[in-house]
């Protein structure tokens, strides 16, 4: 499929994930991309130059409403996107990460919008019995981050069975790379250790750092993204996972960067380990990961000036 004559909007395009995935639709040849971002964790910098910006919030079903008229496809990545702030404050976290979506969904629909991709998060699995965690286990999200970012996959397929919508949901596990957040609440744990490493700090491990990950590239993600608007095989609400089937301690990263660490105190709501079965991924999509985590860490360190 190509992009080049369709409407397509991107919530948190100003993002992490989401600038990338702007970036990737305009080199396809999208001419008509329009980003929804409130900029509150979002930098107005990483919006490509092609693309619209429309700075709104997506908790403002009627300010985002006109933006949806005449798209095609919607990725939805607008989120605050991290557990230990939904479990400081949850209602922000429920307006934004659950009604906000919902407000995405019911535009969508209104709007006769063909498919709406949905950024879901491997949080909703919680801590499991078996690995490796696959699209059929019973979720069990461990903080209110989790449950809202599961709570938006039933929405998802809600609005396909009962109003028509094509929806998808990808799960994606633990997404590193560039532009990924270093500072504050909402960094992640390899951007973390970057900042700590540029400021010649020790890294900071929670609780004994052998909770494990599984890291999927940015990269990856978009490819995915990309690859689920184009699938005639879904747009029923389905649920696949988005990782590498492959998972590392977070003091195997420590040691990919290089340098002394020194423990803190753990953290509620988090789970013990995540490992994706991607055989979903690999038969409807036609997707697996293609960088390797160790190329994708260099790459970091080579971007931060740290080789």
């Known amino acids: ?24 639709l305009i080199e396809r040849g999208a001419r008509d991309v329009h980003v929804i971002d409130n900029l509150s964790t979002g930098k107005k910098e990483y ?33 605050l996107a991290r557990i230990q702030p939904s479990i400081q404050d949850p209602k922000t976290a429920h307006d934004i990460n659950a009604t906000g979506t919902l407000n995405i969904l019911l535009a969508s629909s209104k709007n006769k919008v063909r498919r709406v991709i949905y950024s879901a998060s491997s949080s909703a699995y919680g801590n499991q ?41 990808l799960r994606y596990f633990n997404v590193y ?17 970057l900042r700590q490493k540029k400021q010649r700090e020790p890294m900071t491990v929670v609780p004994n750092g052998h909770q494990k990950r599984d890291y999927t590239h940015v990269r ?18 389905e649920i696949i996972n988005i990782g590498t089937h492959t998972n590392h301690s977070v003091l195997d990263v420590a040691g990919l960067i290089g340098g002394p660490t020194v423990f803190i105190e753990p953290r509620l709501g988090e789970a013990r380990e995540t490992l994706a079965n991607i055989s979903k991924a690999k038969n409807t999509l036609a997707w697996e990961p293609q960088v390797g985590f160790e190329e994708g860490i260099e790459e970091l360190k080579k971007l931060s000036g740290l080789v």
Do not use: W
């Open 129 to 169: 019995t078996e690995m490796p965690l696959h699209e059929d286990m019973r979720p069990q999200p461990l903080n209110p981050y989790a449950a809202q970012k599961y709570f938006g996959e039933i929405y998802c397929r809600m609005f396909s069975n009962l109003y028509g919508l094509e929806t998808v949901a």
């Open 1 to 24: 499929m190509h992009f080049n004559n369709v409407k397509i909007i991107v919530t948190g395009g100003a993002g992490f994930i989401g600038s990338h995935l702007v970036d990737a």
């Open 47 to 79: 919006v490509n130059p092609k693309a619209i910006l429309h700075k709104l919030d997506i908790r403002d079903y009627d300010a985002i409403f006109p933006v949806f008229q005449g798209a095609q496809f919607v990725f939805h990545l607008a989120a």
């Open 220 to 237: 990856d993600v978009i490819r995915a993204n990309l690859l689920a608007a184009e699938s005639r095989h879904i747009g029923k609400g």
């Open 177 to 193: 790379g560039p532009r990924q957040p270093e500072e504050g609440p909402y960094a992640t744990v390899i951007g973390i250790f």
